[in-house]
């Protein structure tokens, strides 16, 4: 099956500086989702991206299909931007996730 | 913005016992998951469902899993006898179209088992 890795796996950082994140998957998708997961637990969806540039606010992400990686931006990081990041992709229908980015914003 | 929505958001249970876990997909929506994660693990998928039947199951789902939408608008998971490797974070999601689209996912229901 499809093979998702995220990186880094930890990720500090000051509040107000800015961070990327990778997302290399092992096969051709139709679909890629980043999420953050707060702190109570909920995954909150960022963006669907199977492949392009979108933006939104302080955040943005790009996929490039062809090369099989995600890169998720933010920027002027808030510590409320702290939590776990994951990116999943549909191979066939389920998604699979990554193992998710750690990012912890101090203030 | 409608929005999928699971209760109980915290279940405890003893070991051996059933639970339900019940979801609120958007109105919409055609296609049916659920999804678990394990403490500080990753979002593992189970269980897809479409046309009041199940498409595709993970090996984690087996015979003590699950899963039927007896009304037309809950999605619910039942584990027969739940086990302590069983406590975990459970995610309803909903699809509108298959394969392509954004999966929308609930805020979970965290199920503990002592």
């Known amino acids: 099956g499809i093979q998702v890795e995220q990186s880094p796996p930890d990720l500090i950082l000051q509040e107000g500086a800015n961070s990327t994140l990778r997302c290399n998957f092992s096969?051709?998708?139709?679909?890629l989702q980043w999420f953050h997961q707060n702190p109570w637990g909920q995954l909150i969806n960022l963006f669907y991206i199977p492949s392009g540039t979108k933006q939104n606010g302080r955040l943005s992400a790009t996929t490039v299909a062809t090369e099989r990686y995600s890169l998720l931006y933010i920027s002027s990081s808030q510590t409320t931007d702290s939590g776990v990041y994951f990116c999943a992709v549909i191979g066939a229908q389920k998604l699979v996730f990554g193992q998710g980015t750690r990012l912890t914003i101090n203030p | 913005e409608p929005e999928v929505t699971q209760t109980p958001s915290h279940q405890v249970t003893q070991m051996g016992q059933e639970v339900i876990l019940r979801c609120v997909p958007i109105?919409?929506?055609?296609?049916f998951y659920w999804y678990r994660q394990i403490l500080g693990q990753k979002v593992e998928f189970l269980v897809s469902f479409y046309n009041n039947e199940i498409s595709e199951k993970s090996e984690i789902f087996d015979d003590q899993f699950s899963v039927e939408r007896p009304d037309g608008s809950n999605f619910t998971l039942k584990i027969r006898s739940t086990k302590l490797e069983d406590s975990a974070m459970y995610f309803c999601a909903g699809q509108r179209v298959s394969s392509t689209d954004t999966q929308y996912f609930g805020p979970g229901t965290r199920l503990t088992v002592l």
């Open positions: 096969d051709s998708v139709n679909n």
């Open positions: 109105s919409n929506h055609l296609y």
